[in-house]
Each structure stands twice: as C-alpha cells, then as structure tokens.
C-alpha cells in the first residue's frame, strides 16, 4: 500500500506580511494513521526539500496527540525535511493521495500543473484522492476525461466560508474552498465550523477542517480496502 501526501510549499499569506504553509495537526495525524496502518508513504511538495509550516498550526491550543508525536520523532522529521519535487513523482507509482490542508495549497497546489495531472491521472486510473481543510482547493482545475470538473455532481466539503471568516480570511485568500466547490457543481456538504466532518463520494474523499484529517485518513484506508 503505497500513500502519496503532497503538501504546501507556499509561505506567504497574501499581501499581510504574515507566513502560512501547511497546517501540522492535518500532516500529522494521517501521517500516522496510515504509518500505523503499515502504508509505504511518499511525501511531495512543489519545491521539493522542507514544505513551510503554518506558525500558528504550531500554537499550544492546536497540538494533538500526533502533533506531539511528530515532535518526538526525528525520523518522521527528516522525513518530511526531505519532501521529493511534485514534478518528479509518476501517479503510476501510487495506490492513493492525501493533501494535507492550511492555506498554503490555496496559491500553489490549486494551479500546479503537477498536482492537476497527478489527480486526473489517480483517478482515471480508479485511485482514490483525500484532501482536508483548505486542501479541496486542489480540486478546483481537475477534470474528468470528459472534460468537466472532477468534483461535479459529487458530494464533497472543505472549509467553510463561516470558517474562514472566524479567521479573518475571506478577503486575503485567493478563493474561498466552499464557493469554489459549489461554482464547479460539487453538492457542497458541511457541519456545524470547527467540527469534524468527512465525506466519501466515489473516488473523493473530503474532509471540512482540522478536526477532519484523521478520520479523512482513516476514510481514505476504508476506501483501498
């Protein structure tokens, strides 16, 4: 079982002068769901090397057990220091994806070329693809060999508009997850912010914020199996 997680490698958060990156709870606790679970796992980037990490994912109120976890091992961290270039990685080699969130997928994994023929490749080929939080934006140029969006007439979700203005977001992200799920037919799902919520439509798994990615994963294992 062989796991690709592609992650960030955007910094900036807008024009605020403020870093962004990858969100760690949303790296950390599918890393090991799916390390637990025995899975070859493959981590990718855009630039290759140390994908940036969202400061404020490294706050005290948002540390899990799999955060700690990761903190506590430094394989996992040479690991992840070491991403290999998106470019480089052939879907071929791949039973699934997993993109882990924070706003950083918003300006470079939702229009790298890459990452757009990565995804319509896993699934024209029957490969199951994750994403959680802000990462469903990857979702927004795919399309099916028929030429529509991946994500039309399927269930998905991603977070929330009301979501991304608790953070005070909505007029510095590039485009809000929800909108754009909705604008490309995807039957946009949610739950009440903040709580976790997953859907499974076909090939797509989606999860709607942080509280989402472990039983993302774990929805996506179900789905190989």
């Given at each position: 079982?062989?796991?690709?997680?592609?992650?960030?490698?955007?910094?900036?958060?807008?024009?605020t002068?403020?870093?962004?990156?990858?969100?760690l709870?949303?790296?950390?606790s599918?890393y090991?769901?799916?390390?637990?679970?025995?899975?070859?796992?493959?981590?990718?980037?855009?630039?290759?090397?140390?994908p940036?990490?969202?400061?404020?994912s490294?706050?005290p109120d948002?540390?899990?057990?799999?955060?700690?976890?990761?903190?506590?091992?430094?394989?996992?961290?040479?690991?992840?220091?070491?991403?290999?270039?998106?470019?480089?990685v052939?879907?071929?080699?791949f039973?699934?994806?997993?993109y882990?969130?924070?706003?950083?997928?918003?300006?470079?994994?939702?229009?790298?070329?890459?990452?757009?023929?990565?995804?319509?490749?896993?699934?024209?080929?029957?490969?199951?693809v994750?994403?959680?939080?802000h990462a469903?934006?990857v979702?927004?140029?795919?399309?099916?060999?028929?030429?529509?969006?991946?994500?039309q007439?399927?269930?998905?979700?991603?977070?929330?508009?009301?979501?991304?203005?608790?953070?005070?977001?909505?007029?510095?992200?590039?485009?809000?997850?929800?909108?754009?799920?909705?604008?490309?037919g995807?039957?946009?799902?949610?739950?009440?912010?903040w709580?976790?919520?997953?859907?499974?439509?076909?090939?797509?798994?989606?999860?709607?914020?942080p509280?989402?990615?472990e039983?993302?994963?774990?929805?996506?294992?179900?789905?190989?199996?």
């Amino acid at each position: 079982m062989k796991i690709l997680m592609v992650l960030t490698s955007h910094d900036k958060l807008g024009n605020t002068g403020e870093k962004t990156g990858f969100w760690l709870e949303e790296f950390a606790s599918p890393y090991y769901v799916f390390k637990d679970a025995g899975a070859e796992i493959t981590l990718a980037s855009p630039l290759g090397g140390q994908p940036p990490l969202d400061p404020k994912s490294d706050a005290p109120d948002f540390q899990t057990e799999a955060t700690q976890r990761f903190k506590a091992d430094s394989t996992a961290q040479t690991v992840l220091a070491n991403t290999v270039k998106l470019a480089e990685v052939s879907a071929a080699d791949f039973d699934a994806v997993f993109y882990p969130g924070g706003h950083g997928p918003l300006w470079d994994l939702a229009e790298d070329a890459s990452s757009i023929a990565l995804i319509e490749a896993l699934l024209a080929t029957g490969k199951p693809v994750a994403a959680v939080c802000h990462a469903p934006g990857v979702l927004r140029h795919p399309k099916t060999p028929d030429g529509v969006s991946v994500v039309q007439g399927k269930t998905v979700t991603g977070f929330t508009n009301t979501e991304e203005e608790a953070v005070g977001l909505t007029k510095i992200v590039p485009f809000l997850v929800e909108e754009m799920l909705k604008q490309n037919g995807g039957k946009y799902s949610k739950l009440a912010d903040w709580h976790p919520h997953v859907v499974s439509d076909g090939l797509l798994i989606t999860g709607q914020n942080p509280a989402s990615s472990e039983p993302a994963a774990k929805a996506l294992l179900a789905k190989m199996a």
